[in-house]
């Protein structure tokens, strides 16, 4: 998982200087016009909104690769058995006797 985030990062990072040069690039070029033509109009916005949802995705990734938020339910992530599940739910009143008795012969055999 960090070779995978470490090339997504590198290409971001790359991805993001080759953005800039072209940024660089096209000041220079329309500097002495006042009007970018249809081009500008359409595909600056498009260029707008994507690389804000790869600087999203990005930070996301960032998240979860660094540990964010977990979805495990805490009886999975405490490492209980079934055995001890089945006696908290009876404990809790979720299953009746019979019912705690009968999954319990279950787990067992």
């Given at each position: 998982?960090?070779?995978?985030?470490?090339?997504?990062?590198?290409?971001w990072a790359v991805n993001m200087?080759?953005?800039?040069?072209?940024?660089?690039?096209?000041?220079?070029?329309?500097?002495?016009?006042?009007?970018?033509?249809?081009?500008?109009?359409?595909?600056?916005?498009?260029?707008?909104?994507?690389?804000?949802a790869v600087s999203v995705a990005?930070?996301?990734?960032?998240?979860?690769?660094?540990?964010?938020?977990?979805?495990?339910?805490?009886?999975?992530?405490?490492?209980?058995?079934?055995?001890?599940?089945?006696?908290?739910?009876?404990?809790?009143?979720?299953?009746?006797?019979?019912?705690?008795?009968?999954?319990?012969?279950?787990?067992?055999?």
């Amino acid at each position: 998982m960090r070779k995978y985030f470490l090339g997504l990062a590198v290409f971001w990072a790359v991805n993001m200087s080759v953005a800039a040069s072209l940024a660089q690039e096209a000041e220079r070029y329309y500097s002495g016009h006042m009007n970018m033509g249809w081009g500008g109009w359409v595909l600056g916005p498009i260029m707008m909104v994507f690389w804000l949802a790869v600087s999203v995705a990005v930070i996301v990734l960032v998240v979860r690769a660094l540990g964010g938020i977990m979805h495990h339910s805490p009886s999975a992530a405490s490492g209980n058995s079934a055995l001890d599940i089945l006696k908290e739910r009876f404990a809790r009143g979720d299953i009746t006797k019979q019912e705690f008795e009968e999954a319990k012969k279950l787990i067992e055999d």
